[in-house]
């Protein structure tokens, strides 16, 4: 079942997970449903490893030229393309976001409390200014929109999480090492669970959702009843 419905009423929605649980893929089609904004938190803060990295600044071992880039890093996202893309000091940062480099820093960048807090603000601000709005990322419904009329934490195994990256990553014409991304995914999980600031924690009234083995489809539309059910309560 593929109905699109029309959402009126302010609503926010946040997917939380750990890495490769599908929560982009996933948030985008629900938003699609709802006929509301999607955003994907974690290309903010991609966006920002991905401009250190243009910068040749180390995120892991330079955490104030980082902090600097952050400050200035102006990031916006392009609402009218689908998924939103992402600019960065003017560069279009898209294609960078999913490249292996990238992805073994950004840990580092989400570990630096400020630059948290900067990103916070600026999730908290497009929330504003988009009050009907899918979200997704790892600290959503736990610090950014604790608020939030729906909650939904999303979760897989690590190898199944591993092999849809790789696909992913096959798909956009890239090399995709599926041992290697599994080892990452990991350690990712390891660093996003047990860092001080905004870590990688299921909200208490979050609905979990093992997505290990359901596909895409089966996801969307048990998101998409639990927020219906949701509204027919309000």
Request: a negative charge; hydrophobic letters at 40%; charged letters at 25%.
């Amino acid at each position: 079942m593929n109905t699109q419905t029309t959402i009126t009423d302010d609503l926010i929605v946040t997917l939380d997970g750990p890495a490769g649980s599908g929560k982009s893929t996933v948030a985008r089609q629900l938003a699609k449903r709802l006929g509301v904004d999607f955003l994907d938190t974690g290309a903010m803060y991609r966006g920002i490893t991905a401009l250190c990295l243009h910068h040749d600044v180390d995120p892991s071992t330079q955490a104030d030229e980082a902090l600097a880039i952050a400050r200035q890093s102006d990031l916006q996202f392009d609402w009218q393309t689908d998924p939103p893309a992402l600019y960065g000091q003017g560069i279009d940062l898209t294609g960078r976001l999913r490249d292996a480099d990238v992805t073994s820093q950004v840990s580092a960048i989400a570990a630096l409390g400020p630059v948290r807090e900067i990103l916070v603000d600026a999730q908290r601000k497009i929330g504003k200014a988009h009050p009907r709005l899918v979200t997704e990322g790892r600290d959503q419904g736990s610090v950014v929109f604790p608020n939030a009329q729906v909650k939904f934490y999303l979760d897989a195994s690590a190898q199944v999480r591993a092999h849809r990256r790789a696909e992913q990553l096959r798909q956009a014409g890239k090399e995709a090492d599926e041992k290697l991304i599994c080892e990452q995914i990991i350690e990712r999980d390891h660093k996003d669970s047990t860092r001080k600031d905004g870590p990688l924690i299921c909200p208490d009234d979050a609905v979990k959702v093992d997505t290990s083995q359901m596909t895409l489809d089966q996801v969307v539309d048990h998101l998409y009843q639990a927020v219906m059910q949701r509204l027919a309560r309000v």
